[in-house]
């Protein structure tokens, strides 16, 4: 390994990872199965369960519930063994992805979850790039083995030829689909049964002692055990053996072969998260790397989530701790306004339930309470002046603009539009000239979440209607330049939240026209969230 000190060990024993994949390949239900043996949950509930009694545990928005999708990323902290895991969920969905891409700015692993039948799909092949980007170490989760799915070689090759990274199996699957038994262990030589008959019952293993142990023939019939054995010949020659250094690097991915909705499988991984996976990483700032070890706390705002308790209107910051030991009452700056803010009570996330936490160590992800002071992005030091860089803002692919239905209610149509879009939830543009707003997402999705959200949480109804503009585009550059321009395209100026000026388009054309006119301007697709 590298010759850098030793962590302290509280920072050490910290696993903190997402877990990324396509829609329907099992996110939601692995995330349940990791807080039920994590002993922070009594009861995994289906997703699509009936009954209040069984509804998930990560995904508390009503809409969320209805349509048994995850649309907001949710955190959540327990113990497993010596370690403490601190697992972020990010919705699968593709139109709630800008969500997922800042969330991975605040993990330092990820966790990919295939589904068994369907192999890489096109969300799980962009959620990849992203994490190829940033470098993250990748563990890989096969689902779903328990129902017909593909040749275990063909899914392997799959995720190589498709994500041009090297597969390690950690288990090996023993049959598929009826025939499933079970997994053998590669990295600890055992035998992994499961069992049909209590879902929520973790599976029985079998030490054994290589392939040729006789033990083997009493669980696995012949047929299967041959096919086991010639099979993982294979696999010995064809496939990398793991290691540690290159899975650090991100070059290589474990895989493990499992059904989550029958908890097996769930428990190797988790082994693995803690056995391989990586302490608290160094994060980068504008001004320095800052390395966890350090000890005054430092930490940045990733996702804030508003109203999630609908009673309070309450807006809760997710911060990721980059460095330092918190605890509860410090004072902390908030760079970009430079106040002091006293932070006297942050809640660490169990599931649904959350508690206050006393303190917190680098690699943890605690929620704050505020009424609106923070927001994504935002740096928080014990003095210093510090910018976390890579969380982006992307420019949003649809716009509509949006009235209430209630002419008396317009003031607080503003202030709820503001609030999502601190929270990240939309782009909110107010043109230049006009009244009403243009609201922009990435995916249509969004705007069913939004109006349900502004009607449940505000009480009121508003109407979404197509927008002349198609697309929005930050303005950068020389100040003189940007005047100019902007006296000149009055009809196509907004400003966002922030207040910075946007450029609105109808057409590919506009945004040709003006970098032609104006040579001091850039019209800028992202915008980092740095403040």
């Given at each position: 390994m590298t010759n850098t000190a030793a962590l302290p060990p509280e920072i050490a024993r910290r696993r903190t990872f997402a877990i990324i994949s396509h829609p329907d390949a099992g996110k939601t239900t692995l995330t349940e199965k990791f807080l039920l043996f994590g002993g922070a949950i009594q009861m995994a509930g289906q997703v699509r369960a009936k009954g209040e009694a069984r509804r998930t545990r990560s995904d508390f928005m009503k809409l969320e519930q209805e349509r048994g999708i995850s649309v907001s990323a949710s955190?959540?902290?327990?113990?497993?063994?010596?370690?403490?895991?601190?697992?972020?969920?990010?919705?699968?969905?593709?139109?709630?992805?800008?969500?997922?891409?800042?969330?991975?700015?605040?993990?330092?692993?990820?966790?990919?979850?295939?589904?068994?039948?369907?192999?890489?799909?096109?969300?799980?092949?962009k959620l990849f790039e992203v994490c190829r980007l940033r470098d993250l170490p990748i563990l890989t989760f096969c689902n779903k083995m328990d129902r017909e799915s593909?040749?275990?070689?063909?899914?392997?090759?799959?995720?190589?030829?498709?994500?041009?990274?090297?597969?390690?199996?950690?288990?090996?699957?023993?049959?598929?689909?009826r025939e499933f038994l079970g997994c053998y262990d590669l990295l600890h030589d055992r035998l992994e049964l499961m069992d049909r008959a209590d879902r929520n019952r973790v599976a029985e293993t079998v030490k054994i002692s290589g392939l040729d142990d006789p033990k083997l023939a009493e669980h696995v019939p012949a047929a299967q055990l041959a096919k086991l054995r010639e099979e993982l010949e294979m696999a010995r020659e064809l496939l990398p053996a793991f290691d540690r250094q290159a899975f650090l690097e991100g070059?290589?991915?474990?895989?493990?072969?499992?059904?989550?909705?029958?908890?097996?499988?769930?428990?190797?991984?988790?082994?693995?998260?803690?056995?391989?996976?990586?302490?608290?990483?160094?994060?980068?700032?504008?001004?320095?790397a800052v390395s966890p070890d350090e000890k005054a706390v430092t930490g940045f705002v990733f996702k804030v989530q508003a109203n999630m308790d609908p009673k309070?209107?309450?807006?809760?910051?997710?911060?990721?701790?980059?460095s330092g030991h918190f605890t509860r009452g410090m004072k902390l700056t908030h760079v970009r306004t430079k106040k002091?803010?006293?932070?006297?009570?942050?809640?660490?996330?169990?599931a649904a339930d959350r508690e206050l936490a006393e303190e917190a160590w680098a690699g943890d992800i605690m929620g704050i309470p505020n009424h609106g002071q923070l927001r994504i992005g935002d740096a928080l030091t014990e003095g210093e002046v510090l910018?976390?860089?890579?969380?982006?803002?992307?420019?949003?692919?649809?716009?509509?603009?949006?009235?209430?239905?209630?002419?008396?209610?317009?003031?607080?149509?503003?202030?709820?539009?503001?609030?999502?879009?601190?929270?990240?939830?939309?782009?909110?543009?107010?043109?230049?000239?006009?009244?009403?707003?243009?609201?922009?997402?990435?995916?249509?999705?969004?705007?069913?979440?939004?109006?349900?959200?502004?009607?449940?949480?505000?009480?009121?109804?508003?109407?979404?209607?197509?927008?002349?503009?198609?697309s929005a585009r930050w303005v950068q550059g020389?100040?003189?330049?940007?005047?100019?321009?902007?006296?000149?395209?009055?009809?196509?100026?907004?400003?966002?939240?922030?207040?910075?000026?946007?450029?609105?388009?109808?057409?590919?054309?506009?945004?040709?026209?003006?970098?032609?006119?104006?040579?001091?301007?850039?019209?800028?697709?992202?915008?980092?969230?740095?403040?």
């Open positions: 955190a959540m902290s327990f113990e497993y063994k010596e370690f403490r895991y601190n697992l972020v969920d990010t919705p699968g969905h593709s139109d709630f992805s800008e969500d997922t891409y800042r969330t991975l700015t605040a993990v330092d692993a990820a966790i990919m979850v295939i589904d068994g039948a369907k192999g890489v799909e096109s969300q799980t092949r593909r040749d275990t070689f063909e899914i392997i090759d799959e995720i190589q030829e498709n994500l041009a990274i090297d597969v390690a199996p950690a288990s090996w699957p023993i049959g598929m689909g070059h290589l991915t474990p895989i493990w072969f499992g059904s989550a909705i029958n908890s097996f499988g769930v428990k190797e991984l988790m082994d693995g998260i803690g056995e391989f996976g990586p302490e608290p990483q160094v994060q980068n700032a504008a001004e320095r309070h209107r309450d807006r809760v910051a997710f911060v990721r701790l980059v002091p803010m006293a932070v006297s009570n942050p809640v660490l996330f169990l910018r976390f860089t890579g969380i982006p803002s992307f420019a949003p692919e649809l716009l509509q603009s949006v009235r209430s239905t209630d002419p008396m209610k317009g003031k607080h149509l503003e202030k709820a539009l503001m609030q999502f879009a601190e929270e990240g939830a939309a782009k909110v543009f107010k043109p230049a000239i006009g009244s009403g707003f243009v609201v922009g997402v990435v995916g249509a999705l969004q705007f069913d979440v939004l109006a349900s959200r502004i009607e449940i949480e505000y009480g009121i109804p508003v109407r979404f209607e197509p927008s002349q503009f198609t020389d100040k003189a330049a940007i005047e100019k321009m902007v006296n000149v395209n009055k009809q196509h100026i907004a400003h966002d939240h922030d207040g910075d000026i946007v450029f609105l388009t109808r057409l590919q054309w506009d945004i040709d026209r003006v970098v032609r006119d104006y040579p001091g301007i850039v019209l800028s697709a992202t915008k980092e969230m740095m403040v």
